[in-house]
């Protein structure tokens, strides 16, 4: 099966042991490509301990830190089509992510099929939680940037719920909800903004968004510093706004496309082209289900970076398989934490923290 059947099969389709098979060896074969390509990951490999088990935990994995202060990329200066860079405050360092027009488009294609499973085929009216001055330079932007760009390529006749001074938009909202009055709705925002700028200023039964579905994502400290957790964040948006359709992602700029959404169980799935581990931080070995331990994901889809297989600054715990038959396979994972002392790097947190100094309206 080549990464195309792995695309057009219905995504969360496979059972588990098929899907690692066919994942080593696209895994595998990008090794080879980028040792090939990034002379400074050949010399990064060779320093590199085994790193233990086989299968997909025997792939090398970089930790993605270094994105921050190595330029890792396996095409020409010509054939850059952008750069992306992760969320920081202002003195951190952030990633950098070269991209060429074919890793573009495998991200854009991964992310559309992904999406698909809880939006279907057709691009719905969409409303983004996000000012429109957010997207600037088309060929160099952070991640907060591609997130939107990406999910508006999901649906059409957009609305920015947010004006340049990130107030709500009332009279614009209600304007495009009559609009589209009994029509399915499509809606995007990184989940701390979603709660800041959109269920704290609206009143309650102000806006029917009952027919919507929301995508959400970014990371949840600033909300979990505010005793807000998923299950408090659903009952709010559905008791504000009517809204009950929501997804949860999990993804990162140096992963674009490979995003793991969360199923109707409550945990997220990775996609047929990528996957997860949880590695022990004491002996980097990969953890049994059901342990807490450092994330590790796994992609089929840089072509342009050295980023197929990293070593994130986060922690989870893997809850067993999913089921295919249902719709829903693939390892189920939980989010629990960021690993101490790793710099606050989601896009909610990150504008949170500027935020903080701003008072809600």
């Given at each position: 099966m080549s990464l195309d059947e792995l695309f057009e099969r219905p995504q969360y389709s496979l059972e588990q042991s098929c899907k690692e098979r066919l994942l080593v060896t696209e895994l595998r074969r990008l090794t080879e490509h980028h040792r090939r390509g990034c002379a400074a990951y050949a010399r990064i490999l060779a320093t590199l301990p085994p790193t233990g088990g086989e299968g997909l935990a025997g792939v090398p994995y970089l930790p993605v830190s270094l994105f921050k202060s190595h330029r890792l990329v396996s095409i020409p200066d010509a054939e850059v089509f952008k750069v992306m860079t992760s969320s920081?405050?202002?003195?951190?360092?952030?990633?950098?992510?070269v991209v060429d027009r074919a890793t573009a488009e495998r991200q854009s294609r991964a992310l559309t099929t992904i999406m698909a499973t809880v939006l279907g085929p057709r691009r719905l009216p969409m409303i983004i939680i996000d000012a429109p001055n957010v997207v600037r330079d088309r060929r160099r932007f952070n991640a907060r940037a591609a997130g939107v760009l990406g999910m508006a390529s999901l649906g059409r006749?957009?609305?920015?719920?947010?004006?340049?001074?990130?107030?709500?938009?009332?009279d614009g909202l209600r304007d495009f909800l009559r609009r589209h009055d009994g029509e399915p709705l499509l809606i995007f925002g990184f989940t701390y903004m979603v709660w800041r700028y959109l269920l704290q200023r609206l009143d309650v039964g102000e806006a029917d968004l009952s027919g919507a579905t929301l995508i959400h994502s970014g990371g949840w400290k600033a909300l979990q510093d505010q005793a807000v957790d998923n299950g408090t964040f659903k009952r709010v948006l559905g008791e504000v706004t009517g809204l009950r359709r929501v997804h949860?992602?999990?993804?990162?700029?140096?992963?674009?496309?490979?995003v793991f959404l969360e199923g109707p169980d409550g945990f997220l799935h990775p996609p047929n082209f990528a996957?997860?581990?949880i590695r022990d931080?004491?002996?980097?070995?990969?953890?049994?289900d059901g342990t807490v331990g450092v994330i590790e994901v796994l992609s089929a889809l840089p072509l342009s970076?050295?980023?197929?297989?990293?070593?994130?600054?986060?922690?989870?715990?893997?809850?067993?398989?999913?089921?295919?038959a249902q719709g829903w396979g693939g390892r189920r994972l939980e989010v629990v934490g960021r690993v101490p002392r790793a710099e606050l790097r989601g896009c909610s947190d990150v504008h949170a923290r500027v935020a903080e100094?701003?008072?809600a309206a």
């Open positions: 920081g405050t202002t003195g951190q360092a952030v990633s950098s992510v006749r957009h609305f920015y719920a947010l004006d340049d001074d990130m107030q709500l938009d009332r949860n992602f999990y993804g990162m700029v140096e992963q674009v496309g490979s996957d997860v581990i931080p004491a002996t980097w070995q990969e953890a049994p970076y050295p980023g197929h297989a990293l070593l994130t600054e986060d922690l989870g715990v893997v809850h067993g398989v999913g089921d295919p100094a701003v008072p």
